[in-house]
């Protein structure tokens, strides 16, 4: 390759030998003579309101916008071999004759030239909104496959001012990842369902972060992974084909389910399929949540592939329940009327004040106080609100030295499960009160309790001491101030969440799993502090996204394969 030594800051651009030829979008400059332009030179033209570089090759006149479209570097003071254009900035390469982007990610408008008696005519066709839609949403898709994070920003603050819809941007990285995640729906598609919540709540440029950061979320776990086929739609019974792990079975009934049953049925029966078990650490519950959150925002014409893929993942979700930590929990729940308990009566006048104290604080999984509050006439909803508060004051008070300590198998982000699990049950609660989501209910107390493995292994750390001082939010939170962010979050209550979600959405996590349980658990706890009525999952919340975490995933599995190999025992829970 050479470099051009035909252009350089201050060569004057062609002269433009007439006045431009305009029409409603068309714009037509006389750019000057063919003979003004050798073979091999390149010469920037104001066309309209575009800065065009025109460039002669072998093969003819050509015109390309002359801002490269990765970051407005000009073209012309880039090189030229042969047939292609290279932006020097960062390398990349384009056609000169189509725009065509062979090194780099979107391509390069082209413009229509025409010669005529000697004179080089550059045409400019600024397109419509829907014209400039359908050019770019192959080179969204392409962005999404490739996780090209920059290439997609571009794409999709472009679709929006084009006016194309956010549900319709973020559905093109769905319709990529849900195949590829490789159990089904993962937390890829969680944490992209609240980013998306999150962006149709706003308006003009404010959109642009949280769908991206959707976007992105989809595509780095999936990028180059082969997309599953979907099977065949079929009859059955869909909780029956996931509880005996048939998985293709339960992907065709889903999708018949899809075309064919009232939207309520279907989210009852998968509710049902993930309530029977407790599924993955409480993931069962939230990917069904997370997938019809997803319908209710892009429309139940999607559910075929959506459904499709929850199925795989409920099918395989590790079934904790069946599991030796959890059988004495299992146990009390197999012998519990859950019927019965689905339809006592909700007492308006019910308190027990030592209910959270009890579920922070016994040596084993508290079933029977959940129960006895149930009897009591607490109900469903304020049963979670004390795993909820329970939950968050464990956040509050986990020993960050826990974190650090890399012979330590447990850190602060298993605890955050204990409040997305929550959130879960409550939601599958409110959609389908029902023996199944008692039993979901009572899985969020076992976990609960199993966020204490930290505690009862290195001692239980002191509730902190917050007093509510106004600041910044967000700032106190990036510049990692932990007390200042909490005593922020404390003065400005429920009205914290925007500043937090700014936060959340600042990707300082450093991982895409981190990143997500980043956002996850900050738009549960918003939706849960509006739940309670507290301020302590929002607390919580910030001092998570305050303080220091640790990966550790790597370091982690190389202490604990070592000591498997060495001693064939399995690790620590």
Same mark, same amino acid.
């Given at each position: 390759?050479?470099?051009?030594?035909?252009?350089?800051?201050?060569?004057?651009?062609?002269?433009?030998?007439?006045?431009?030829?305009?029409?409603?979008?068309?714009?037509?400059?006389?750019?000057?003579?063919?003979?003004?332009?050798?073979?091999?030179?390149?010469?920037?033209?104001?066309?309209?309101?575009?800065?065009?570089a025109v460039i002669r090759t072998a093969s003819g006149v050509h015109a390309i916008d002359n801002a490269c479209p990765h970051q407005g570097?000009?073209?012309?003071?880039?090189?030229?071999?042969?047939?292609?254009?290279?932006?020097?900035?960062?390398?990349?390469?384009?056609?000169?004759?189509?725009?065509?982007?062979?090194?780099?990610?979107?391509?390069?408008?082209?413009?229509?030239?025409?010669?005529?008696?000697?004179?080089?005519?550059?045409?400019?066709?600024?397109?419509?909104?829907?014209?400039?839609?359908?050019?770019?949403?192959?080179?969204?898709?392409?962005?999404?496959?490739?996780?090209?994070?920059?290439?997609?920003?571009?794409?999709?603050?472009?679709?929006?001012?084009?006016?194309?819809?956010?549900?319709?941007?973020?559905?093109?990285?769905?319709?990529?990842?849900?195949?590829?995640?490789?159990?089904?729906?993962?937390?890829?598609?969680?944490?992209?369902?609240?980013?998306?919540?999150?962006?149709?709540?706003?308006?003009?440029?404010?959109?642009?972060?949280?769908?991206?950061?959707?976007?992105?979320?989809?595509?780095e776990p999936t990028r180059g992974r082969p997309a599953r086929q979907r099977r065949a739609p079929r009859a059955g019974d869909l909780v029956?084909?996931?509880?005996?792990?048939?998985?293709?079975?339960?992907?065709?009934?889903?999708?018949?389910?899809?075309?064919?049953?009232?939207?309520?049925?279907?989210?009852?029966?998968?509710?049902?399929?993930?309530?029977?078990?407790?599924?993955?650490?409480?993931?069962?519950?939230?990917?069904?949540?997370?997938?019809?959150?997803?319908?209710?925002?892009?429309?139940?014409?999607?559910?075929?592939?959506?459904?499709?893929?929850?199925?795989?993942?409920?099918?395989?979700?590790?079934?904790?329940?069946?599991?030796?930590?959890?059988?004495?929990?299992?146990?009390?729940?197999?012998?519990?009327?859950?019927?019965?308990?689905?339809?006592?009566?909700?007492?308006?006048?019910?308190? *027990?004040?030592?209910?959270?104290?009890?579920?922070? /604080? $016994? #040596?084993? @999984?508290?079933? %029977?106080?959940?129960? &006895?509050? =149930?009897?009591?006439?607490?109900?469903?909803?304020?049963?979670?609100?004390?795993?909820?508060?329970?939950?968050?004051?464990?956040?509050?008070?986990?020993?960050?030295?826990?974190?650090?300590?890399?012979?330590?198998?447990?850190?602060?982000?298993?605890?955050?499960?204990?409040?997305?699990?929550?959130?879960?049950?409550?939601?599958?609660?409110?959609?389908?009160?029902?023996?199944?989501?008692?039993?979901?209910?009572?899985?969020?107390?076992?976990?609960?309790?199993?966020?204490?493995?930290?505690?009862?292994?290195?001692?239980?750390?002191?509730?902190?001491?917050?007093?509510?001082?106004?600041? *910044?939010?967000?700032?106190?939170?990036?510049?990692? /101030? $932990? #007390?200042? @962010?909490?005593? %922020?979050?404390?003065? &400005?209550? =429920?009205?914290?969440?925007?500043?937090?979600?700014?936060?959340?959405?600042?990707?300082?996590?450093?991982?895409?799993?981190?990143?997500?349980?980043?956002?996850?658990?900050?738009?549960?706890?918003?939706?849960?502090?509006?739940?309670?009525?507290?301020?302590?999952?929002?607390?919580a919340a910030g001092r998570y996204l305050a303080s220091p975490r640790l990966e550790r995933f790597v370091s982690r599995n190389v202490i604990?394969?070592?000591?498997?190999?060495?001693?064939?025992?399995?690790?620590?829970?």
């Amino acid at each position: 390759m050479t470099s051009s030594p035909l252009y350089h800051p201050g060569m004057p651009s062609m002269p433009e030998s007439e006045p431009p030829t305009t029409s409603e979008r068309s714009t037509t400059v006389v750019v000057g003579a063919v003979d003004d332009i050798g073979e091999g030179e390149m010469k920037m033209v104001k066309v309209g309101e575009r800065r065009v570089a025109v460039i002669r090759t072998a093969s003819g006149v050509h015109a390309i916008d002359n801002a490269c479209p990765h970051q407005g570097y000009g073209l012309v003071t880039g090189a030229l071999d042969g047939e292609l254009v290279t932006c020097q900035w960062h390398n990349w390469k384009f056609r000169v004759d189509t725009g065509e982007c062979v090194m780099g990610e979107e391509d390069v408008p082209c413009h229509v030239v025409a010669i005529e008696d000697g004179t080089i005519h550059v045409t400019v066709d600024e397109p419509t909104a829907a014209e400039e839609r359908e050019r770019l949403w192959p080179s969204l898709r392409r962005g999404v496959e490739d996780s090209y994070v920059g290439q997609v920003a571009r794409d999709s603050i472009r679709l929006l001012a084009n006016d194309a819809a956010p549900e319709a941007i973020a559905w093109v990285g769905f319709e990529h990842a849900l195949p590829r995640e490789e159990w089904g729906i993962g937390h890829a598609m969680a944490t992209a369902v609240d980013c998306l919540a999150w962006t149709v709540e706003r308006d003009g440029d404010d959109r642009a972060l949280p769908l991206v950061q959707a976007l992105a979320a989809l595509a780095e776990p999936t990028r180059g992974r082969p997309a599953r086929q979907r099977r065949a739609p079929r009859a059955g019974d869909l909780v029956e084909a996931i509880e005996g792990e048939d998985h293709d079975a339960a992907m065709g009934i889903a999708r018949r389910l899809a075309a064919e049953a009232d939207p309520e049925e279907v989210r009852r029966r998968f509710i049902e399929a993930a309530s029977m078990h407790h599924l993955s650490y409480g993931h069962g519950i939230i990917y069904t949540q997370k997938a019809f959150e997803l319908l209710d925002l892009v429309g139940w014409d999607k559910a075929d592939l959506v459904l499709h893929e929850l199925a795989l993942a409920t099918t395989w979700g590790t079934r904790e329940d069946t599991l030796p930590y959890m059988r004495k929990a299992v146990a009390e729940v197999a012998a519990l009327d859950l019927a019965a308990l689905a339809t006592t009566p909700v007492n308006p006048e019910w308190n *027990d004040p030592q209910l959270v104290d009890v579920l922070l /604080d $016994v #040596d084993d @999984a508290p079933i %029977a106080a959940a129960v &006895a509050a =149930l009897e009591a006439g607490a109900g469903v909803e304020r049963l979670l609100d004390a795993v909820t508060i329970a939950v968050s004051r464990r956040l509050l008070r986990y020993d960050l030295d826990i974190e650090f300590d890399l012979d330590e198998g447990f850190g602060w982000l298993d605890i955050t499960h204990g409040l997305t699990t929550a959130r879960a049950a409550r939601w599958a609660w409110r959609s389908h009160p029902s023996p199944a989501t008692v039993r979901q209910a009572l899985w969020a107390v076992w976990l609960c309790h199993d966020t204490s493995r930290g505690e009862q292994r290195h001692g239980v750390r002191p509730d902190p001491e917050i007093v509510g001082t106004p600041g *910044d939010i967000t700032g106190l939170i990036r510049r990692g /101030d $932990v #007390d200042g @962010a909490l005593a %922020a979050i404390r003065a &400005a209550g =429920l009205d914290a969440s925007s500043s937090m979600i700014e936060a959340a959405l600042a990707d300082s996590a450093g991982s895409f799993i981190v990143t997500a349980h980043l956002i996850k658990l900050t738009k549960a706890a918003i939706e849960e502090a509006e739940a309670t009525g507290s301020d302590l999952p929002l607390l919580a919340a910030g001092r998570y996204l305050a303080s220091p975490r640790l990966e550790r995933f790597v370091s982690r599995n190389v202490i604990e394969s070592l000591d498997f190999v060495k001693t064939g025992r399995p690790p620590t829970r």
